[in-house]
């Protein structure tokens, strides 16, 4: 739905306005897909309404959901948190596609993302992809990078350590 801009004579889709009317929020459980979808590409560099959007698309398991968290993670100017949160929900939805992609992210020095595959990691070792989980090369890589840091630094380190031991 393309809404009339006074100011400018302008037509603005509804993801527009809702850029625009933050922190007023909408219902985003009444928020078309489409709409949430521009959010995303559009306002990828701002983490407010792209990255709630990114959580709709994600708790709805839109078909696309994959690829937009795949599209945060490569836009090399998208906000910081909302990469971390795009890393988050891609773990989620598809682990091993997660982790894959982290082997890259790890090593743009941004403890969000380490402390994200931890999380993730800590929780795959529980669940049935723990035997692949322990084989991955990002295991290997964590353990260089809560070293390189020092424990004390990378929060649940402590808990990944016992669940992948620290050699």
């Known amino acids: 739905m393309a809404l009339q801009s006074k100011d400018e ?3 603005l889709s509804e993801a527009n306005w809702i ?4 922190p ?3 219902e985003w459980e009444n928020v078309l897909d489409a709409t949430l979808i521009e959010l995303v590409r559009e306002y990828y560099m701002e983490p407010s309404c792209a990255g709630l959007a990114l959580g709709q698309i994600v708790t ?3 078909p696309q959901a994959e690829e937009l968290c795949n599209f945060l993670l490569n836009a090399e100017r998208a906000d910081r948190w909302l990469r971390a949160g ?3 929900s891609l773990l989620t939805l598809n682990p091993m596609d997660g982790l894959n ?3 890259a992210l790890i090593d743009d020095d941004d ?3 380490l402390e994200d595959v931890i999380v993730a990691l800590n929780c795959e070792h529980q669940g049935p992809l723990a035997a692949a989980i322990h084989c991955h090369p990002i295991v290997a890589l964590v353990k ?3 070293g390189r840091r020092g424990p004390d630094q990378v929060e649940f380190s402590d808990i990944f350590a016992e669940n992948f031991g620290t050699d």
Do not use: C, V
């Open 9 to 11: 004579g302008q037509e």
């Open 19 to 22: 850029q625009m009317a933050f």
């Open 24 to 26: 007023s929020e909408p």
């Open 60 to 62: 709805r398991r839109h």
């Open 86 to 88: 795009a890393l988050d």
């Open 101 to 103: 992609k982290a082997m």
């Open 111 to 113: 403890i969000d993302i």
């Open 144 to 146: 260089r990078e809560i």
